[in-house]
């Protein structure tokens, strides 16, 4: 069955950076799209990034929060299953747990939070 794993979550400073990473299994990886959302305490879960599969071959294949454009970035390797997002220039209020998604299927959810 499917399965979502992230990791690389933890404490930053504001402006400071991590790397989110999602390891998939349990279905041909390269042929699906992945993003990430995010959910903070006592708020809806929110659209983080999203990327293309491997198929999409009509131009940038990512997309964006408006809230996290410029600062985000959504990569994917296929040899390892594995889908990363690389967050920078962090801000309070976007401690949150983030997770990997595809379609119906969530992962557990990666802790990030930002403090000084």
């Known amino acids: 069955q499917v399965h979502l794993v992230e990791s690389g979550g933890g404490w930053a400073q504001p402006g400071g950076s991590l790397t989110l990473s999602c390891v998939a299994s349990?279905?041909?990886?390269?042929?699906?799209?992945m993003n990430w959302f995010r959910q903070a305490t006592g708020k809806e879960r929110e659209f983080v990034a999203s990327?293309?599969?491997?198929?999409?071959?009509?131009?940038?294949?990512?997309r964006y929060g408006d809230s996290v454009k410029g600062r985000f970035t959504i990569s994917r390797d296929n040899a390892k299953n594995t889908v990363f997002l690389q967050i920078n220039s962090l801000k309070p209020e976007e401690t949150a747990k983030y997770y990997c998604n595809r379609s119906l299927f969530w992962g557990q959810g990666t802790q990030v939070t930002v403090s000084s």
């Open positions: 349990g279905f041909n990886f390269s042929r699906y799209s």
């Open positions: 990327i293309a599969s491997s198929e999409y071959t009509f131009g940038d294949n990512t």
